[in-house]
Structure formats: C-alpha cells, structure tokens
C-alpha cells in the first residue's frame, strides 16, 4: 500500500491489496479527485482517519439495460406520488446522506471535509446529485461522481420512506444515457436491482472510450 504526499499521483490499481486498498493519504482535492476518479479509485474512510483510497476487484456495477424492477415496484412508480428530480439539492442530499451509516463502519464515512469536496465538484459540474420529493419535502436521494463519459459513479444514497430511494434510483437509471453506473461494492439492496460483479479491469474499459 501506498502513502501519498501533497504530489499529485496515484500508483497503478494493480497495487491494490486484496481488499481493494490502494494509497492511503493525500487530500480530497478537486484535482486530487478528478484524477481518482478517472482512474477508476475511490476515498472511502472513517472520522479521524487518513484518507484511503480505493480500487476494488471485482467492481459492483450495474448495466442500466440490465435493470430489475419487481412488479411491486412497478406498480409502486405507477402509482406514486413522489416528484424525482436532478441536481435541485445537492447539499441537501450529500448531508442527508452523511447520516446513513455503512454496514461494519462505526461511524458516518461522509466527514464534512468530504461534503465540502464534493459540493466542490458539484459546482464544477462534476458531480450530480438525484433528489425524491413528495409534496416539497426531499424524503430520498442520491449521489455521485459524473466526469462527462459513459460512467455514473454512484457514492451513497438515503431515505426517510419506504420504498423512495428505489423510486429515484430507478427512475434515474431508466432515463440515463450513461453505459455503467458504478456501484463500487456490494450490497444486497442494489444486486436487487440487477447490479452486478465485473473485473476490474473490463471496468477500467469504459473510461478509455
């Protein structure tokens, strides 16, 4: 594993360990992050740690033909009164999102140092955030990274209502233009949805199209 300085470089995700840790270090950088993001590497950390950066195989991912939707769900966006839209709160969904805990972590990994970081994306128009209201008050939403390719790099998602951050998630993937949502790794709520495990290298592809 790798420790980063103030340069500005990542080493090749073959370095990566085993469990997908590639560098550990560095700052949360617009710069920084382009670049990690480009190159197909992720930060994912606690409160009072370093940052760790990440490059797993095999990556989650979904193929947005290869969409799941259940008829329960079907007839729950059929009948819904919830309203979806595209980057009307970003903050608001990122700090939302700061809340929700990850399965095995102890803490929110969403720090405000990284809210502030991708709101600076977001400004840069580099990230994007999907938003479920229903009668103007958000109840769902999601996140992510958006480099003006064929990838949507998902970072994390919330809900107050049952069944809500589905309907934004779907209606998201449905009318994307977008090759691969990535999803980074597994969760039982997304495979679900029809995601699924590549390598990391057939995922690497889609950012040299």
Avoid at 148 to 175: P, R, Y
Wanted: hydrophobic fraction near 40%.
């Amino acid at each position: 594993m790798h420790y980063l300085t103030d340069d500005l470089w990542f080493p090749d995700v073959s370095e990566a360990t085993r469990e997908g840790i590639l560098a550990v270090g560095g700052d949360l950088s617009v710069n920084r992050l382009l670049l990690a993001y480009k190159r197909g590497i992720f930060p994912w950390f606690e409160i009072d740690e370093p940052v760790f950066w990440w490059s797993p195989n095999p990556r989650f991912v979904l193929f947005p033909e290869k969409l799941k939707v259940s008829k329960s769900m079907k007839q729950v966006l059929r009948k819904t009164n919830y309203t979806v839209t595209v980057n009307k709160a970003f903050k608001d969904v990122i700090t939302l999102c700061s809340k929700i805990k990850r399965i095995g972590q102890s803490d929110t990994w969403i720090t405000n140092s990284m809210i502030q970081a991708y709101v600076n994306l977001y400004e840069l128009g580099c990230a994007k955030s999907v938003e479920v209201w229903r009668e103007n008050k958000l109840v769902a939403g999601l996140y992510g990274v958006d480099l003006g390719n064929d990838v949507f790099c998902g970072e994390s998602m919330f809900t107050t209502e049952s069944n809500a951050s589905k309907v934004g998630f779907i209606t998201f993937v449905q009318n994307t233009n977008y090759k691969l949502i990535d999803c980074q790794v597994y969760t039982n709520h997304l495979e679900s949805l029809g995601a699924e495990e590549i390598s990391r290298e057939k995922f690497l592809q889609y950012f040299k199209s």
